[in-house]
């Protein structure tokens, strides 16, 4: 049974470029979160996706942020007009169902960054 | 607001001690979980507490969890040059059914062959 699966696992990108993040849950999970960690920081939560739902976007910036998963294929978290600041590992974890008893599965990462 | 803090910050042991952190939370909590960080890689989870469990125990690892004082503790026994990592308590709140998990600063430890 495969991880959670992210790709890219790096991305440079130059100020104002989008970015495109890429998140395959492990099989069998329909629950989806992004965190985004800054270098020495933890992890900080961003987004709660379901099929076709955000549940919970309380962490996510208010502008060019987005996030989606749809009914078929990965998650995707998307920067639009990138700039120094986003530059940030961004991870990526699933869970079988939202109850909060549930240990969530982390991917290996992305690690963005901003030229 | 950042739920859990971590201490200490850094610990640096010889092979074979043992290695103690401690984590404090400021909410009602549902569970506390411990993962472990590699330098550049993904999180790992280690081990899952629940706000009615005192103690667990997990081959070398033992947490244990206050909900008085909010704060609980990992303990790593017999530590390996292969336990150096951070180490992250996070929290899933309470009243907060979606899941998301609340992470500390984390703890980097050294263990010195």
């Known amino acids: 049974n495969a991880g959670v699966m992210q790709n890219p696992r790096h991305l440079v990108r130059r100020r104002g470029q989008e970015a495109r993040l890429r998140c395959s849950p492990m099989k069998g999970h329909s629950h989806v979160y992004w965190y985004r960690q800054l270098p020495e920081e933890g992890l900080k939560f961003m987004v709660y996706?379901?099929?076709?739902?955000?549940?919970?976007e309380s962490g996510m910036p208010k502008e060019r942020f987005s996030a989606e998963f749809p009914k078929e294929g990965p998650s995707i978290l998307r920067i639009q007009q990138v700039v120094r600041g986003d530059s940030a590992a961004y991870f990526c974890?699933?869970?079988?169902?939202?109850?909060?008893?549930?240990?969530?599965?982390f991917g290996p990462g992305t690690r963005l960054t901003v030229t | 607001s950042q739920q859990g803090e971590e201490d200490p910050q850094a610990l640096s042991i010889q092979e074979g001690e043992n290695a103690t952190m401690n984590c404090s939370y400021k909410t009602s909590i549902n569970n506390l979980q411990w993962y472990r960080q590699n330098s550049g890689r993904g999180l790992v989870h280690l081990i899952l507490i629940r706000s009615n469990e005192r103690e667990k125990h997990s081959g070398r690892l033992r947490v244990t969890l206050d909900t008085s004082k909010k704060s609980s503790s990992l303990l790593i026994t017999a530590s390996r040059a292969a336990d150096t990592a951070s180490y992250f308590c996070a929290t899933a709140e309470f009243y907060n059914q979606g899941g998301k998990l609340i992470f500390g600063q984390g703890t980097e430890l050294s263990v010195k062959p």
């Open positions: 974890a699933s869970s079988p169902a939202s109850y909060p008893s549930y240990e969530q599965y």
């Open positions: 996706l379901q099929k076709e739902n955000i549940i919970d």
